[in-house]
């Protein structure tokens, strides 16, 4: 292939599908020979139709570029003549090739047709930890020219400069590792078997070492983990504002991340909590890692806990290298998960020697192949996997030994057993809710013994506790889980099971009739409570998903009893599926000598298969045969689909003395830090929701540096009606028409949070319909395809973008700069007064002759109205419009709570032509 000519196409078109009539706008050919670019050429193209305005704004190609421009047939000819014999490469080839064919078809010629390489599939294989793969996205990671992106011949030039980096580092990669790919690339829709059949060839060429910091076992390559020296501490004392100056090249002093400091440190010598309120730009990372050195220097083991594994991640990436760096390494950190981030090497190894033609689990194997030549902690979190990547990944993450771990071929090369042992030599070590929270449940905890607790975006620790520590099942788990028992599938677990057990000698019992009725009694059990559901579930107009709370009247119903004896009948099925798992899993471990490492594995995955199986039937207990008053219980479903979409789920009402005994023990200090902690000043909402009281607690509220008065309007449309006066759907309209003309204002730039995704939905489509906003892009959570993430990262490449978010665009979401101008609010944050967790407290709060408005939904509101404010004012530089569509900020009796609990902006309350104005000249 090296002398091969490799034609890299891009192409720009009117639309996204051939079939709907869209046509070329503009083509570019790169032609590489011998590893080197050696032809450009380019040309616009008259698409006989108007260039709509969003391409427009994509691309930059207007009208008039195209309408003095040849026809495709014109210039076919020339496009063929240099496809001649080529290679065709383009990046996301099911794209650019059918528009190509498409195009060659109504000019008369025949399709294109020969060996494809697409680089978007080549760039996962190779590049398995990169966060997007989109062309921008990659040559800015090769640090290649991309001066013009959506533009064909710039496009074509960096895809060429992008496939000639793939190649480069593919040849770095070792031959065992190469070959192994060459074999799994067989089954992927471009040929990029061919590709690698050729690297192959060059690499036997010139065979080379394997490079020292990789090794080869049982025919894969990996990287070797190196196990980090303490070295002799070299300083004395460290004392906070010098360590920091030494840290942060241009250290600008920060007194309220000094006070956070001190605070925490202070607190913790008189062996009591802190609770912190450190406002955005403080410096919060390096304000909960200094204490922590500070202890570690001392002794003192400390965890540090994030609300997320990205941000567990972003810590361990930025603030913890600098640090270790700084100190020689004398402070060890660590990072530990839970045990399914984590691959599991003797099953990965054996999926290896199975073939299956399945894109997602092929791709995901060669994404592995090239991870495990880079990662030294085996977290399937570096990874970017598909959603059927991510399904295999459940088959071969870790869930511990069923078998004697010694028997395990990779137990010396394992990367949980790996994480474990360096966090119980660690210092410091960085972990996240969730953990902390499951943590509590085993007997065998994964964190080793600490002396202090850091809980970092602490507000978040309530509801992570009460998922943790509740229930949920949903139908569509339980389906697939006996899906894996099925006789019928030579890949199940149970058949895998039985040939384990032949293969050791093991009799075992037949499941094709316990199988049929496992599968039956679920059907028949979901499909009671689904009747049940839609026949008490009480339907709002256009809303689809709806809950519906077991409260204890129903309980005794006549209705409900006969779906607990449903339950209890399919319970008794799963008990004897788990006696018979348990039993032939017995029987192989006594046998083990006589399995093979294929089976070995197959034990392994049905162990955890096991451990799952059991899972659901406590929950299916909790859910419907045990009574408990300490527990809200409620269905949730979306009524096109029930009861495939049905789930329930259990919370315990009152958990602020299980997370007292947990994570602020008398023993133990903790500190627990947000952004958003305090209501109307006041840190009491979060001490009892942590059964912290003002003796045990020292609380201290940190403002953020910005001078909001200068960086924020806060305004409020006067001419929009009150949202309870109108229906949803006028309201509806009302906003959408004020949205529109907001949007011109501010050209774009602007993230419009809702409360729910139903009023998103109805909202995005009345604009689009309407197409009042047709010069934007708009971007919706839920609708618009991606990740949090990837919307943030789209939203920010366009000039003009409307970020549609709700539930988690509320908070985390960092939009810094001129990217972001304009934040509204739809409606003020309320949970729905239906939600039954909350209608819960509610009633025990009048129960007890206590206000639960003003002690529940307005605190939960007001905390959530400032993490959305928070999104607007990221750094000092920035600037913005925050406008609430909500007139009950004003109106209400309650909107002071909101307005007081954000630093001090002028309210302004206006008609829209009057806001428009002031945008206009604010911006």
């Known amino acids: 292939m090296e002398s091969k000519k490799l034609a890299v196409v891009d192409i720009e078109t009117t639309g996204n599908s051939v079939k709907k009539g ?45 309408t003095a421009a040849p026809s495709f047939e014109q210039i076919a000819p020339e496009v063929l003549s240099k496809l001649e014999g080529a290679v065709f490469v383009a990046h996301n080839i099911h794209f650019d090739l059918p528009f190509l064919n498409g195009e060659l078809n109504l000019a008369g010629f025949n399709s294109w047709s020969g060996l494809v390489l697409d680089t978007v599939e080549l760039s996962r294989v190779l590049l398995p930890t990169v966060g997007s793969f989109k062309l921008t996205d990659l040559t800015a990671d090769f640090e290649l020219d991309h001066d013009r992106p959506h533009q064909a011949d710039s496009d074509a030039l960096a895809t060429a400069q992008l496939f000639l980096s793939l190649v480069s580092k593919a040849l770095t990669m070792p031959l065992v590792t190469l070959e192994r790919l060459a074999r799994e690339s067989v089954y992927l829709k471009s040929d990029i078997h061919v590709l690698f059949n050729h690297l192959i060839a060059v690499k ?28 002799t501490d070299q300083y004395g004392p460290l004392d906070a504002e010098p360590f920091l100056k030494q840290l942060l090249p241009g250290y600008v002093k920060r007194d309220a991340q000094l006070k956070m400091i001190h605070h925490i440190l202070h607190s913790f010598e008189q062996k009591k909590h802190a609770v912190i309120e450190a406002g955005t730009g403080i410096g919060k990372t390096h304000g909960l890692l200094i204490p922590a050195v500070i202890k570690a220097r001392e002794g003192h083991r400390t965890v540090i806990t994030t609300h997320t594994l ?9 603030a913890i290298r600098d640090i270790q760096r700084l100190l020689n390494g004398s402070v060890q950190f660590a990072v530990l998960k839970g ?26 194997k060669m994404q592995i192949l090239t991870w495990l030549t880079e990662t030294e902690t085996g977290d399937g979190d570096e990874l970017n996997l598909t959603g059927g990547g991510l399904l295999f990944w459940n088959r071969i993450s870790h869930n511990g030994w069923f078998l004697n771990r010694e028997e395990d071929p990779w137990e010396k090369h394992d990367y949980f057993a790996w994480s474990v042992s360096l966090a119980k030599e660690a210092d410091v070590i960085i972990t996240n809710h969730s953990l902390l929270a499951s943590d509590q449940l085993k007997d065998q905890k994964l964190l080793p013994d600490y002396q202090y607790l850091m809980i970092d975006e602490a507000h978040h620790l309530e509801d992570v506790s009460r998922k943790q520590w509740g229930v949920q099942l949903d139908f569509m788990k339980i389906k697939f889980a006996i899906g894996q028992l099925s006789p019928s599938s030579g890949d199940s677990i149970y058949t895998r099971l039985q040939a384990a057990a032949k293969k050791a000698g093991v009799s075992t019992a037949e499941g094709e009739v316990e199988f049929d009725r496992l599968n039956d009694e679920a059907d028949a059990s979901f499909h009671q409570l689904g009747t049940w559901f839609k026949t008490n579930v009480k339907r709002k107009p256009g809303v689809q998903k709806h809950m519906l709370a077991l409260d204890p009247d129903v309980k005794e119903s006549r209705d409900w009893l006969k779906i607990s004896y449903a339950f209890e009948r399919f319970l008794a099925e799963m008990k004897n599926w788990r006696n018979m798992l348990e039993t032939m899993l017995d029987q192989l471990r006594k046998n083990r000598s006589k399995l093979t490492d294929k089976h070995k594995a197959d034990v392994e995955e049905a162990y955890a298969f096991l451990q799952e199986w059991h899972e659901m039937i406590e929950m299916i207990r ?50 627990a830090v947000s952004a958003t902690i305090t209501v109307n000043n006041s840190f009491q909402y979060f001490m009892n929701a942590t059964g912290l009281t003002h003796s045990s607690a020292d609380c201290l509220a940190l403002s953020s540096p910005f001078d909001y008065q200068k960086q924020v309007r806060l305004m409020v449309p006067g001419d929009l009606p009150d949202i309870k006066a109108v229906s949803p759907e006028e309201y509806v309209e009302w906003i959408t028409s004020h949205l529109s003309v907001i949007a011109e204002a501010t050209a774009g730039r602007m993230l419009i949070l809702f409360t729910s995704h139903e009023m998103l939905r109805n909202t995005y489509e009345l604009i689009k319909e309407s197409n009042l906003m047709e010069d934007f892009v708009l971007i919706a959570q839920g609708i618009t395809a991606g990740s949090r993430a990837k919307l943030s990262k789209n939203f920010q490449k366009f000039d003009k973008a409307i970020l549609f978010g709700t539930s988690s665009f509320w908070e985390g979401l960092d939009i810094p700069g001129e990217n972001l ?19 819960t407290q ?60 954000i630093p001090s902006i002028d309210v302004e309350e206006r008609n829209l032509d009057s806001i428009i104005e002031e945008i206009e000249h604010w911006l």
């Open 821 to 839: 101008s304009c934040l509204i609010m739809v409606r003020l944050p309320f949970s729905p007064p239906d939600e039954p967790l909350l209608r």
């Open 22 to 66: 869209d046509r070329m706008i503009q083509i570019a050919i790169v032609l590489i020979e011998n590893n080197q670019v050696v032809e450009t050429w380019s040309s616009f193209v008259n698409p006989m139709q108007p260039v709509p305005v969003f391409i427009t704004e994509l691309t930059g190609i207007k009208n008039q570029d195209v």
């Open 204 to 231: 036997k060429q010139k065979l080379e070492d394997l490079p020292a910091h990789l090794e080869v076992f049982r025919g894969i390559a990996i990287r070797k983990k190196v196990r980090p020296d303490r070295k």
């Open 842 to 901: 509610w009633e025990i709060a009048k129960a007890n002759n206590r206000n639960p408005f003003s002690e529940i939904s307005l605190p939960k509101a007001v905390l959530r109205f400032r993490q959305g404010f928070g999104r607007l004012i990221r750094h000092e530089q920035d600037r913005g419009v925050f406008i609430v569509f909500d007139r009950r900020i004003i109106t209400a009796s309650y909107g002071r709570a909101f307005t007081d609990s």
């Open 622 to 671: 909790n859910l419907f045969i045990r009574s408990s008053d300490h527990l809200v219980i409620w269905a949730e479903g979306d009524m096109r689909s029930i009861p495939g979409s049905l789930t329930m789920s259990a919370r315990e009402i009152d958990i602020s003395r299980k997370i007292k005994s947990a994570f602020f023990k008398d023993e133990m200090p903790a500190a």
């Open 339 to 364: 045990k399914s981030n984590y691959i599991h090497m003797m099953k990965y190894d054996q999926s290896l020697q199975e073939e299956d033609p399945q894109y997602d689990i092929v791709l995901t």
């Open 310 to 318: 990205h941000q567990q991640a972003q810590m361990q990436d930025n």
